[in-house]
């Protein structure tokens, strides 16, 4: 069974970063993509970002070049490093573990970007 745990979720003024953390227990987080989602109030959950077992990433085009995603084997954990946020980046985050036919969330975690 995984369980995933998120942190580092709050409020920040625009312009302002966040880094997002997601620690996953098991033991098959080596093998999986891990992906940052968020859904706002009244929309749809979105990917904003993924990070495959071998490194390779992908992005959602409104948040390139403002977020990393990244992963360390060794704790567990992938973080989504946030910067230059904008107001429509508020929303749930939720943190995923996808291993073939398997899918695990977090509780997701509240981001508010405003003045």
């Known amino acids: 069974q995984v369980q995933l745990v998120e942190s580092g979720g709050g409020l920040v003024q625009p312009g302002g970063s966040l880094r997002l953390s997601c620690a996953a227990s098991g033991n098959i987080f080596t093998v999986a993509t891990m992906g940052w989602y968020r859904q706002a109030p009244g929309k749809q959950r979105e990917l904003v970002a993924a990070v495959t077992s071998g490194g390779s990433t992908n992005y959602l085009d409104s948040v390139k070049g403002r977020f990393t995603i990244s992963r360390d084997n060794a704790k567990n954990t992938v973080y989504l490093q946030m910067n230059s946020l904008k107001p429509e980046d508020t929303a749930v985050y939720y943190c995923?573990?996808?291993?073939?036919?398997?899918?695990?969330w977090g509780q997701g975690t509240q981001v508010t970007v405003s003045s």
């Open positions: 995923n573990l996808h291993h073939f036919v398997l899918d695990y």
